[in-house]
């Protein structure tokens, strides 16, 4: 089975503060994806790789950035995190596939706060 | 630009009764249509996916959506509805992007709830 970890479940931060979110998947898969999830919004795409060292805007990337150094982790980077970027922030990861067939399979999030 | 529309907020339905959450999208080009299924805390699970084929696709679970492409819709069913089925479900659509790579676009969810 896959299996796609987060660093942590929920995460406290300050504004200000650089914070970091990891991902690790154990399938070698080669597409990565971060997304936040809020409540009447669903998921929305910040990231995504889908080589090592490649990387590619999503639909809200503002205010983050991502590293891919290995092909089985996606790191997000909140460079500078503020209070409007605390939300649920989900990895996940696919097969290359066909045109985008293959399905993606998730972490299981992390909540995190900034105060 | 591709999207979907998850046009119910939340789906309430009786145990044993058969259960439908709804599905819309606006694509251009053959759609690639996924439905997947989050408990709380956790993360998404994929249900199933149609691509190309019959139009009554089945997943996991007991799950099955009918692609409809006059009607431009992709509607999760399952016959018999369980409590355990509670829970939060998305549709999402593939899309192209301007540099030839491939996305993902999420519906805003719906959330069942199935009553003893």
């Known amino acids: 089975d896959v299996k796609v970890t987060q660093s942590s479940r929920y995460l406290v931060k300050r504004t200000g503060e650089k914070v970091f979110l990891e991902c690790v998947q154990d399938?070698?898969?080669?597409?990565m994806f971060w997304y936040r999830q809020d409540p009447g919004l669903g998921l929305r795409l910040i990231y995504f790789s889908y080589d090592v060292k490649m990387k590619e805007k999503g639909d809200i990337p503002e205010g983050y950035s991502v590293s891919r150094e290995k092909k089985e982790r996606f790191s997000l980077i909140l460079e500078s995190a503020s209070t409007n970027q605390t939300s649920m922030y989900l990895c996940?990861?696919?097969?290359?596939?066909?045109?985008?067939?293959?399905?993606?399979?998730f972490g299981d999030g992390t909540r995190l706060s900034i105060l | 630009a591709q999207s979907v529309a998850q046009p119910e907020d939340q789906v309430n339905v009786a145990e044993g009764n058969p259960l439908t959450v709804k599905c819309t999208y606006s694509v251009s080009g053959n759609p690639y249509l996924f439905w997947y299924v989050q408990y709380p805390n956790r993360g998404l699970q994929f249900l199933l996916k149609y691509i190309t084929g019959d139009n009554l696709v089945k997943g996991s679970y007991g799950f099955e959506a009918e692609f409809n492409k006059s009607q431009t819709s992709f509607h999760l069913k399952k016959p018999s509805a369980l409590v355990s089925d509670s829970a939060l479900y998305f549709c999402?659509?593939?899309?192209?992007?301007?540099?030839?790579?491939?996305?993902?676009?999420f519906g805003t969810g719906t959330r069942l709830k199935v009553l003893a």
């Open positions: 996940a990861s696919s097969l290359k596939g066909t045109r985008g067939s293959q399905p993606q399979h």
């Open positions: 999402a659509v593939r899309d192209i992007t301007t540099s030839g790579t491939y996305k993902y676009i």
């Open positions: 399938m070698d898969h080669e597409n």
